[in-house]
T-cell receptor, first 112, second 115 residues
Framework: TQLLEQSPQFLSIQEGENLTVYCNSS?????LQWYRQEPGEGPVLLVT???GGEVKKLKRLTFQFGDARKDSSLHITAAQPGDTGLYLC????????????WGLGTSLAVNP | DAGITQSPRYKITETGRQVTLMCHQT?????MFWYRQDLGHGLRLIYY???????DKGEVPDGYVVSRSKTENFPLTLESATRSQTSVYFC??????????????FGDGTRLSIL
């Protein structure tokens, strides 16, 4: 059974701090997606990483896919209260009919 | 407006009753999914559909029934609700193109409480 472990599970920081969230597995994925979910809403895609070693930036958010395509990280620079939410990673495998393997998420609170 | 909508947003019912959660998308996406989200378990796939009249079980299908007679609709039915089915239910859709890298687009969820 493929699993995605996210750490930390909870994170509470002050505005302006930097943070990194990790998504790890013992399995190889063809791609990995990061989503953010706000209270009362469904998850929304932030980015998809496909190539081992790939780095993608979305404003203050930097996403990296591990060289072996087993892990990924999300780094937020100078966090803002608007970054508060649940961050979910989801791995995909070719030929699995679009079924994603989901991590349990990292709940981030950025305090003003 | 284009998008994916779920109804109702909130539902309270009693054990043993039948409940149907509705999901409608306007993008003509091929794939549709039903998840439940619970503390400590994250998102778990209940059923998914690759096209109209094609459905398949996910991780936790027991106690649920789905149908997909039209591409845009994917209702989820709890035939005889149990308290363990109290959860937040999300419907999602994704396009066929670009293989497994297609994002899933989620509705805002239905919060279901079974007393």
């Amino acid at each position: 059974t493929q699993l995605l472990e996210q750490s930390p599970q909870f994170l509470s920081i002050q505005e302006g701090e930097n943070l990194t969230v990790y998504c790890n597995s013992s399995s190889v994925f063809s791609s990995l997606q990061w989503y953010r979910q706000e209270p009362g809403e469904g998850p929304v895609l932030l980015v998809t990483v496909v190539t081992g070693g790939e780095v993608k930036k979305l404003k203050r958010l930097t996403f990296q896919f591990g060289d072996a395509r087993k892990d990924s990280s999300l780094h937020i620079t100078a966090a803002q209260p608007g970054d508060t939410g649940l961050y979910l990673c989801a791995g995909a495998n070719a030929g699995n009919n679009r079924k994603l393997i989901w991590g349990l998420g990292t709940s981030l609170a950025v305090n003003p | 407006d284009a998008g994916i909508t779920q109804s109702p947003r909130y539902k309270i019912t009693e054990t043993g009753r039948q409940v149907t959660l509705m999901c409608h998308q306007t993008w003509s996406h091929s794939y549709m999914f039903w998840y439940r989200q619970d503390l400590g378990h994250g998102l778990r796939l209940i059923y998914y559909s690759a096209a109209a009249d094609i459905t398949d079980k996910g991780e936790v299908p027991d106690g649920y029934v789905v149908s997909r007679s039209k591409t845009e609709n994917f209702p989820l039915t709890l035939e005889s609700a149990t308290r363990s089915q109290t959860s937040v239910y999300f419907c999602a859709s994704s396009d066929r193109g670009q293989g497994v890298n297609q994002p899933q687009h989620f509705g805002d969820g239905t919060r279901l409480s079974i007393l």
